[in-house]
């Protein structure tokens, strides 16, 4: 089993910045991808950014240029920097990895928590 703990959420102005980690722990054979997704008020749980064990990352055309997600493999940790954030990126943030428990087996999905993250204009 994989257990994800974020932190780093809290309240900010528009054009702020925030960082956002996520620590893994548990038992696993491989960890695989992880990222970051999002749910505002009212709103579908959104892609927010991914980062691949080898560090290939992929981003939310809404995030691009403003947003960078980073690994620390030796840590099991993945992090987010957010700057210029905006209002409408108020959300619980969830942390998200891919995970085999034993060789050969497939990739699970596990979840963190979440984190607030509050940008007020």
């Known amino acids: 089993q994989v257990q994800l703990v974020e932190s780093g959420g809290g309240l900010v102005q528009a054009g702020g910045s925030l960082r956002l980690s996520c620590a893994a722990s548990?038992?696993?054979?491989?960890?695989?991808?992880m990222g970051w997704y999002r749910q505002g008020p009212g709103k579908e749980r959104e892609l927010v950014a991914t980062i691949t064990s080898g560090g290939s990352t992929n981003y939310a055309d809404s995030v691009k240029g403003r947003f960078t997600i980073s690994r620390d493999n030796a840590k099991n940790m993945v992090y987010l920097q957010m700057n210029s954030l905006k209002p409408e990126e108020t959300a619980v943030y969830y942390c998200n990895a891919l995970a085999r428990t034993y060789n050969s087996g497939p990739y699970a999905n596990y979840w963190g928590q979440g984190t607030q993250v509050t940008v007020s204009s």
């Open positions: 548990g038992s696993w054979f491989s960890l695989g991808a």
